[in-house]
């Protein structure tokens, strides 16, 4: 009986007409003279007006941000020393003194010798490894007060100028399409001013047949052999003036970033130096890696050029390396310090073996009995921690040529 009463209720159910279903579209009307009817315009959605195209803006060029990696890397010390509660080593930037950033270390003996202001490598940080961080850490233990300071990267060097093309060689006036004329003028070219037929070249009667019966066939009269041409040239000196190319002057940009790169390194490195004796430390040490060599001399320089009579200064260079871009003549200002100075030079990447040697020479031409200059092995193949060679090496330089005494001052220099 339900199976009945399913199987009805089925058939009623689809035998009812669908409301819901869409509405079928009407027929296209028939075609007229063969032609298809036009389509039909979708008014709901209209086209969008033409616009001219000048009209519409380019879209803004993508900037792309290159991420300070300098700036990163003491970011990540700072974070290092500030979770292992060393933030008391770490200096920041003030408005007294804006050019100051780094970290600075007290002596551990009680007998202080001096304060160190410690340079690191043209793109590199205050705590540098295997350099700057184990000399940072390791000299205190030996009274020695060490402040390592963040420098600024050097400015990109211009581009090489290059030379301007040569100039192409004026061109011929083409030959006429017309016969005669070329015809015409090569009768005026064998022909003089007075009309007269030119003579005829040497040329001409060398070329003609000669009586050779009384010549030595084994040795003519012309030399033609080009390798002896070859061997007559060369005891003269080539002429190269032609290829010589002056260094184009810097541009304005160039120049700006170099004066303001300069600048911005005596700040700094006076910075450094003013800190140290406001904590009370008159015998400074300046020890410099690679390219901030440069600037160390030219700091002392000017110190010492303000007070002729200063003393307790000293200066340890580590792989220095002279300046291309600013420019700066580090051998000739070197030269200029009479004060104990270690010049350490290691087997590193850069071959700068002509460099050392030349500013070997030219502290013995001036007389600078204070400076040594010492090979060490590679300052990155020690792997013992803070107890390297170069840690040990300026320590026991320290200890002989710059230790000193700690006295009674009545009023600190701020």
Same mark, same amino acid.
């Given at each position: 009986? #339900?199976?009945?009463?399913? #199987? ?13 279903? /869409? ?33 519409? !803006?380019?879209?803004? !060029? ?5 991420? &300070? ?19 008391? =080593?770490?200096? +920041? ?43 940072? =850490? ?25 030379? !301007? !093309? ?17 015809? @015409? %003028? ?10 007269? %037929?030119?003579?005829? %070249?040497?040329?001409?009667? @060398? ?8 010549? /030595? ?13 070859? @061997?007559?040239?060369? &005891?003269?000196?080539? /002429? ?17 970033? =170099? ?15 003013? +800190? ?40 340890? #260079? ?25 010049? #350490? ?5 850069? &071959? ?61 220099? +701020?």
């Amino acid at each position: 009986m #339900l199976r009945t009463l399913l #199987l009805i209720s089925c058939a009623v159910l689809l035998s009812l007409p669908l409301f819901a279903a /869409d509405p079928q579209p009407a027929p296209p009307p028939p075609a007229e003279n063969g032609n298809p009817p036009p389509a039909p315009a979708d008014n709901a959605n209209p086209p969008p007006p033409d616009k001219p195209a000048g009209d519409t !803006p380019p879209p803004p !060029p993508m900037v792309r941000v290159l991420p &300070d990696q300098q700036k990163l890397q003491v970011a990540g010390i700072v974070r290092y020393l500030q979770q292992h509660g060393r933030a008391g =080593e770490i200096i +920041y930037p003030s408005a007294a003194n804006k050019f100051l950033s780094g970290f600075y270390l007290k002596e551990n003996t009680g007998s202080p010798q001096g304060g160190i202001l410690l340079l690191h490598d043209n793109a590199q940080h205050a705590h540098w490894p295997r350099s700057l961080a184990s000399l940072r =850490e390791y000299l205190p233990d030996y009274g020695w007060n060490t402040l390592a300071i963040n420098l600024a990267d050097k400015p990109e060097a211009p581009l090489p100028h290059n030379p !301007p !093309p040569p100039q192409a060689p004026a061109a011929s006036a083409p030959a006429s399409q017309n016969p005669a004329d070329n015809q @015409a %003028a090569a009768d005026n070219t064998n022909t003089t001013a007075d009309g007269a %037929a030119p003579a005829p %070249a040497d040329n001409a009667a @060398a070329s003609s047949p000669a009586d050779n019966s009384a010549a /030595d066939l084994n040795f003519p009269a012309a030399n033609n052999d080009a390798s002896a041409n070859i @061997a007559a040239g060369l &005891d003269k000196v080539p /002429d190269i003036s032609q290829f010589r190319q002056d260094a184009p002057p810097p541009t304005a940009d160039a120049e700006k970033a =170099e004066k303001s790169y300069r600048e911005k390194m005596a700040d700094t490195i006076e910075a450094g130096l003013a +800190y140290l004796n406001n904590s009370g430390q008159f015998n400074l040490v300046i020890i410099a890696v690679g390219d901030s060599a440069n600037w160390a001399v030219e700091a002392l320089n000017k110190r010492i050029a303000q007070n002729g009579s200063a003393l307790g200064y000293s200066l340890i #260079l580590i792989n220095a390396n002279a300046s291309v871009f600013p420019q700066y003549d580090l051998n000739d200002n070197i030269s200029k310090l009479d004060i104990p100075a270690l010049d #350490l030079v290691s087997d590193h990447e850069s &071959d700068t073996s002509w460099q050392d040697k030349q500013r070997r020479f030219a502290m013995q031409r001036n007389q600078r009995d204070k400076y040594s200059q010492v090979k060490i092995p590679d300052v990155s193949s020690d792997n013992e921690g803070n107890v390297t060679i170069v840690t040990r090496r300026i320590r026991g330089w320290l200890k002989t040529h710059a230790a000193g005494e700690e006295v009674a001052v009545k009023e600190k220099r +701020y």
